[in-house]
């Protein structure tokens, strides 16, 4: 059974940083490209960070310079580094997971976190 599981979200202030975690169970990351997604209140679900299982990287442009995404192999996890955060990256933040290479449209993931909610206060 695939599970995928967030955690590491909170309130944090304008400006100030967070830690999220994604681990899997079921799959190897490694063999398989990791995203995180985010979706506001009355917003559609959107790409912030992508993963390839050969480690290349790719970011939305609202995050670039402020994210970082990586990954653990040893404990089949995928992290994302959110570094001054705005008020602006408040959403709930969803890791998933994709058979394709680089892929960062929702519909092209089969697998799926709870999700772990960031608030960022001004």
């Known amino acids: 059974q695939v599970q995928l599981v967030e955690s590491g979200g909170g309130l944090v202030q304008a400006g100030g940083s967070l830690r999220l975690s994604c681990a899997g169970s079921?799959?190897?990351?490694?063999?398989?490209?990791v995203g995180w997604f985010r979706q506001a209140p009355g917003k559609e679900r959107e790409f912030a960070a992508v993963i390839s299982g050969t480690g290349t990287k790719v970011y939305a442009d609202s995050v670039k310079g402020r994210f970082t995404i990586s990954r653990d192999n040893s404990e089949n996890t995928v992290y994302l580094q959110m570094n001054n955060l705005k008020p602006d990256d408040t959403a709930v933040y969803y890791c998933a997971s994709a058979p394709g290479y680089l892929v960062v449209r929702p519909d092209a993931y089969d697998y799926w976190g709870q999700g772990t909610q960031v608030t960022v206060s001004s």
């Open positions: 079921g799959l190897t990351f490694s063999r398989r490209t």
